[in-house]
């Protein structure tokens, strides 16, 4: 039964390592909130600029939702992880489901004028625009996203 309370999220910080990683329930009001969680230890230390917190933000809540809505089909009882590896000037967000993945070559390009109506697909256009660098693995269903620290 859905009380309309988002599952607990599971933090494991590992400092020594310079990863911080969550598990986040597929369950899209647990996007905010995971979003804040790994900022906060992303950042912890630093005073990073405006554009680079809000690239951050941008880049791990639509990959977030990428993944619980076309990864793992919405479905709250499985889980999608993230991590962060951190050097000391650049962040490496990592966003992983078990889904069968996707051929981000497939993807059209949201800004032409069939695409401009449809109500998806300009996630993976922002990430691309604000990321320095996107790659994803064979299978489709994991993505990186290299940022700046600062």
Do not use: K, Y
């Not at 999220?9 to 909130?33: F, T």
């Not at 992303?42 to 600029?49: D, K, L, V, Y």
């Not at 951050?56 to 977030?64: H, P």
């Not at 051929?103 to 032409?112: A, K, L, R, V």
């Amino acid at each position: 039964m859905d009380d309309g309370v988002a599952a607990p999220l599971r933090l494991c910080v590992r400092q020594a390592e310079g990863i911080v990683s969550l598990g986040v329930p597929a369950d899209l009001r647990c996007v905010e909130e995971a979003v804040e969680l790994m900022a906060r230890h992303c950042f912890s230390g630093r005073a990073p600029s405006h554009r680079t917190s809000f690239r951050f933000r941008v880049l791990l809540a639509e990959a977030l939702t990428n993944s619980i809505l076309f990864g793992v089909g919405g479905d709250p009882a499985r889980m999608v992880r993230v991590a962060a590896e951190l050097s000391g000037e650049a962040i490496r967000l990592e966003v992983t489901d078990d889904g069968p993945g996707f051929n981000p070559q497939e993807i059209s390009d949201p800004t032409t004028r069939e695409a401009v109506t449809r109500p998806i697909g300009r996630g993976l256009f922002l990430i691309r625009s604000l990321a320095d660098r996107v790659e994803f693995n064979d299978q489709g269903n994991t993505i990186w996203m290299t940022l700046p620290r600062s």
